[in-house]
């Protein structure tokens, strides 16, 4: 049997969500789900969730980083998850709500430090290209291109401080066996998923969802692995209805 954890991520100002604990319907069911398909146990990858208006992006990048440096580092030394018998690192499945999807994001980066020439390609691919320019100036949130290029900064600097650190612990690779997004309002600009190390990953969407619509965009790209669902709710009276955030 492959020991394996499921961790829960909350999203921007759900530090106290109860579905992060034992006693709540959701947390409960997945830990049932877990128990029965013997994957270990259900942990909670806990944050500020101080992120998002009124606080900077710049402010937010700079929390969603600390976070996931924290998780990724305690990953890959086998502290969060662990295998009980031999307590090395183990495959990891997180379910992520709203923000918490973007640090997951993050996570999925830092863990890929197998090769340093990647390294450089991440550097690379931080400078924004100008269709991606046209698209900031008209969101409300991204008021400077000056702004964009400092987070990707940011972003770059800790995913390689990261990665090299792993490096030289000499760590083996690190796999994400399914990453769940609930609601995340994902941006591609700062945010992409490192599918080299998420195995699979399903990414739940809603029209209704104002949130997750911020970016402009409730679809992640779709590619090998990577599976849309757009949440519907058939009410008693026998209507539909797409669920907000």
């Avoid at 100002?13 to 069911?29: A, I, T």
């Avoid at 779709?222 to 519907?232: L, S, T, W």
């Amino acid at each position: 049997t492959v020991v394996a954890d499921v961790a829960l991520i909350h999203g921007a100002k759900s530090k106290y969500s109860p579905w992060l604990r034992p006693g709540n319907v959701f947390h409960d069911e997945i830990d049932r789900q877990v128990r029965r398909l013997q994957l270990g146990k259900v942990v909670s990858f806990g944050w500020s969730g101080k992120s998002g208006p009124p606080n900077s992006l710049i402010t937010t990048v700079k929390e969603h980083i600390a976070v996931a440096k924290k998780y990724a580092l305690e990953i890959a030394a086998g502290v969060t998850p662990r295998n009980p018998k031999n307590g090395i690192a183990v495959p990891l499945h997180i379910i992520a709500h709203s923000n918490g999807g973007l640090i997951a994001s993050l996570i999925s980066q830092m863990l890929d430090f197998a090769a340093a020439a990647d390294d450089e390609n991440f550097f690379l691919i931080s400078a924004p290209a100008k269709d991606d320019v046209r698209a900031q100036e008209k969101n409300p949130f991204k008021k400077f291109n000056t702004t964009i290029m400092r987070c990707r900064a940011l972003i770059a600097k800790a995913v390689i401080e990261v990665r090299a650190k792993l490096r030289a612990q000499k760590k083996q690779p690190i796999k994400i066996e399914q990453l769940i997004m609930l609601g995340t309002p994902f941006d591609p600009l700062l945010y992409a998923v490192n599918m080299r190390v998420v195995k699979k990953m399903c990414f739940l969407f809603s029209p209704k969802d104002n949130i997750q619509r911020y970016f402009g965009l409730t679809r992640y790209p779709v590619g090998n692995n990577i599976v849309n669902f757009r949440i519907a709710i058939k009410a008693p009276s026998g209507g539909i209805f797409f669920p907000m955030h």
